[in-house]
DNA sequence: TAGTCATTTCGCTAATTCGCGAAATATAGT
DNA sequence: ACTATATTTCGCGAATTAGCGAAATGACTA
C-alpha cells in the first residue's frame, strides 16, 4: 500500500522517460505485442521490457500473455485515460513520435512470427519484403 | 529549443518527485515566500531553492523577486492547469499534503521577518508566539 | 561603507536510473 | 523429451538525481 502522493509520483516518474511517452503513444491506437514495441524503439529488448515494467507498475498498461508472445494495451482507468489526453495533445505532432506511427504502421503487415527475434533493420527488411 | 515529446519529459520528470508536488499544491492556494515552501517542507534551502528551480525550468511556476525574497506562484498556461487539476484530485487529500497546507495556514499568521532564517521547529514556535 | 540576511550556486557524496549482454523462464513445435 | 525462441530477470558500469553545507550573490539597513 502506498500513499495517494507516492503514488501520482510513481505515475509522473514513469511518464518522464522519451521511451516510455513513445510506448504510451505508440498504444493509444491498439494493443501491441511486445516485440512490435522492441522493434520500433530500436532499444535492447532487455531495456524495453524494463520499461514496460515500469509502467505496469504505475498502473498505466496492463499485460495479456497469449502464447509466447505478451501483448501490452493501456489501462482503462479514467485517470489513466485523462492524464495520457493531456500530455498527448502536446506529443501527438513531435517528429519521433510521427516516425514511430508511420514505422508501426508499417509493422502492423508484418506477421509477429517474422517481426520477432529481428533488431530493427532486419524489421525494416520484412517490410519491404512485405508491401 | 526542444521538442515537444522532450518539453513533455521535463515537466513529468518535474512532477515525478514528492517535494516537488508539495510545492506545487501549496502554490494552488497563493503565491509564496520561498522561506515559507522551506518551512513546510523541512529541507535545507539550497535543496528546496534546487527543487523551485526544477519547477521553474520545466514552465510550472514564475519567480518575482521582491527586495531580499523571491516569491513563486503557478505559471498562469493553460495546459499546467490542467495537468495540475488532473493529479490534484488524487492528492488532495493525501495525508502528508494536508498536514502541509495546515501548517502553511498558520505560518500565514507570522510575519515574514521572523519565519525567515529560521528551521521548522523555529517556525512552531513562532507560530505559537502569534496565535 | 560595512554588515546582515534571504536566496542561489557550487562542490561533493549517496542513491537512483538507464542501458546493455548474459542467463533464466516459459511456451510452441517436432 | 528436445529444440527453438519470445520475454523477463540478473548483474554491472555509466549517467543522472537528491541532499547537504559552504561559499557567493544581491538587497536592505545602520
Redesign the interface.
Known amino acids: 500500500m502506498t500513499?495517494?502522493?507516492?503514488?501520482?509520483?510513481?505515475?509522473?516518474?514513469a511518464?518522464?522517460?522519451?521511451a516510455r511517452?513513445?510506448i504510451l503513444a505508440m498504444l493509444r491506437r491498439s494493443e501491441l505485442c511486445a516485440c512490435q514495441i522492441i522493434a520500433v524503439l530500436g532499444l535492447a529488448p532487455s531495456t524495453v521490457s524494463a520499461h514496460l515494467a515500469d509502467l505496469r507498475r504505475a498502473g498505466l498498461l496492463i499485460a495479456r500473455k497469449s502464447g509466447r508472445w505478451a501483448h501490452y494495451r493501456l489501462a482503462p482507468s479514467q485517470?489513466t485515460r485523462?492524464?495520457t489526453d493531456?500530455?498527448w495533445?502536446?506529443?501527438r505532432?513531435?517528429?519521433?513520435?510521427r516516425s514511430d506511427a508511420a514505422l508501426l504502421g508499417q509493422l502492423k503487415s508484418v506477421p509477429v512470427e517474422e517481426l520477432c527475434q529481428a533488431d530493427l533493420n532486419l524489421a525494416r527488411l520484412a517490410i519491404s519484403r512485405h508491401t
Chains 1, 2 share one sequence.
Open positions: 500513499t495517494p502522493l507516492l503514488h501520482t509520483v510513481q505515475v509522473h516518474k511518464l518522464g522517460h522519451p511517452l513513445r485517470s485523462a492524464m493531456d500530455w495533445r502536446r506529443v505532432r513531435d517528429p519521433q513520435i
